[in-house]
């Protein structure tokens, strides 16, 4: 984009320069001509530099409305797996499986405390009272996914991207990596913004930015790292 702007403006001074040394060394008769030839071919080119820099601005500005309404709806996503984790041990990759725990699952809050018991192994070894630390975990109460996470959101269709591509879905996978269960949900840029300019979309697919969205997808999870968090910056971070 801006290799077109500079180019565009380089134009738009060669044609002023132009226009200068035919005022100077062209007969008057061709003169008018020329000049409104000319001149006509600067208003295009600036009109068409200003629409390169509007068009670019519109773009933003409909990618930011559309991530934001993304990410709010992985971050749904997120807190509905990290709670099924919770309960079950592992992850989801089914959509059903998710809203059906929304719908019933209660999650237990628990409590941690270390405690003083006799070692009965080392008692009986050394014939003299010996004790160990435990770790008990205490079940203080339970709370209602649905009512406590879901409250007043539309988690039924949790796994519509919601803008962009008509009846997009999240991709949703689950796995383990080294033992440890994993999950991803994601989304391909093209699809948000599937009716935009497509070099626009193509550049904002090759993004690496530090207050920008990278790589060709939105996501959130990973099956290829550990990690429960999305690849979006802080300022799309609104429901966290």
Same mark, same amino acid.
């Given at each position: 984009?801006?290799?077109?702007?500079?180019?565009?403006?380089?134009?738009?001074? $060669?044609?002023?320069?132009?226009?200068?040394?035919?005022?100077?060394?062209?007969?008057?008769?061709?003169?008018?001509? $020329?000049?409104?030839?000319?001149w006509g071919l600067i208003v295009f080119l600036g009109y068409?530099?200003? !629409?390169?820099?509007?068009?670019?601005? #519109?773009?933003?500005?409909?990618?930011? !409305?559309?991530?934001?309404?993304?990410?709010? #709806?992985?971050?749904?996503?997120?807190?509905?797996?990290?709670?099924?984790?919770?309960?079950?041990?592992?992850?989801?990759?089914?959509?059903?499986?998710?809203?059906?725990?929304?719908?019933?699952?209660?999650?237990?809050?628990?409590? #941690?405390?270390?405690?003083?018991?006799?070692?009965?192994?080392?008692?009986?070894?050394?014939?003299?009272?010996?004790?160990?630390?435990?770790?008990?975990?205490?079940?203080?109460?339970?709370?209602?996914?649905?009512?406590s996470l879901f409250k007043n959101i539309d988690y039924k269709?949790?796994?519509?991207?919601?803008?962009?591509? !008509?009846?997009?879905?999240? !991709? $949703? /996978?689950?796995?383990?990596?080294?033992?440890?269960?994993?999950?991803?949900?994601?989304?391909?840029?093209?699809?948000?913004?599937?009716?935009?300019?497509?070099?626009?979309?193509?550049?904002?697919?090759?993004?690496?930015?530090?207050?920008?969205?990278?790589?060709?997808?939105?996501?959130? +999870?990973?099956?290829?790292?550990?990690?429960?968090? +999305?690849?979006?910056?802080?300022?799309?971070? /609104? /429901?966290?």
């Open positions: 984009m801006l290799k077109v702007i500079i180019a565009i403006v380089a134009i738009i001074l $060669l044609t002023i320069l132009i226009v200068w040394l035919i005022d100077k060394f062209v007969p008057k008769k061709i003169k008018p001509i $020329l000049n409104l030839v000319l068409i530099t200003y !629409e390169s820099i509007a068009g670019e601005l #519109r773009f933003e500005k409909v990618k930011d !409305e559309r991530y934001q309404i993304v990410v709010n #709806r992985l971050i749904d996503i997120q807190k509905a797996q990290v709670a099924f984790k919770e309960v079950n041990g592992k992850y989801t990759d089914k959509y059903e499986n998710l809203i059906k725990f929304i719908d019933t699952a209660k999650v237990p809050v628990t409590q #941690r405390r270390d405690s003083t018991v006799l070692d009965e192994v080392k008692t009986r070894q050394f014939s003299v009272d010996m004790f160990k630390t435990i770790t008990l975990v205490d079940t203080l109460r339970y709370y209602s996914v649905k009512d269709n949790i796994m519509n991207v919601g803008v962009g591509e !008509e009846g997009a879905k999240f !991709e $949703l /996978k689950s796995g383990t990596l080294d033992d440890i269960p994993v999950f991803e949900a994601s989304v391909d840029k093209a699809i948000i913004l599937n009716d935009q300019d497509k070099n626009l979309v193509s550049n904002e697919k090759e993004v690496v930015s530090v207050d920008g969205v990278n790589g060709p997808r939105i996501a959130v +999870g990973s099956m290829n790292e550990i990690k429960t968090t +999305g690849n979006w910056p802080k300022n799309f971070a /609104k /429901k966290e």
